[in-house]
Nanobody, 122 residues
Framework: QVQLVESGGGLVQAGGSLRLSCAAS????????MGWFRRTPGKEREFVAA????????GYADSVKGRFTVSRDNAKNAVYLQMNSLKPEDTAVYLC???????????????WGQGTQVTVSS
């Protein structure tokens, strides 16, 4: 079983930055591929970024490409999402998720954290 806990959310002005963290625990967590998703009221969870278990592969949604960077530190069982040049439309609850193989669809991820709120003011 894998447990995930996100942190680092908050209120920031447009153009600002935040760094989200996802602390992972559970057997073999360092071998899992990780994804970041975001959720806004009335919408389905939206893919943001993914990183392979080794960190050798990363993928991004077009809406965040060039602004967000996903990384991981397997020694600390942690995954990060550095968010720069934030826009009001980035406002959402951000969730990290884990799965055995790389993927972009929320339904493919069996393990989820509770999420952390990011609010970007204009």
């Amino acid at each position: 079983q894998v447990q995930l806990v996100e942190s680092g959310g908050g209120l920031v002005q447009a153009g600002g930055s935040l760094r989200l963290s996802c602390a992972a625990s559970g057997l073999g967590v360092s071998t899992y591929n990780m994804g970041w998703f975001r959720r806004t009221p009335g919408k389905e969870r939206e893919f943001v970024a993914a990183i392979s278990w080794s960190g050798g592969y990363t993928g991004y949604a077009d809406s965040v490409k060039g602004r967000f960077t996903v990384s991981r530190d397997n020694a600390k069982n942690a995954v990060y999402l550095q968010m720069n040049s934030l826009k009001p439309e980035d406002t959402a609850v951000y969730l990290c998720a884990a799965r055995a193989t790389i993927g972009y669809a929320p339904a493919q991820y069996p393990y989820w954290g509770q999420g952390t709120q990011v609010t970007v003011s204009s």
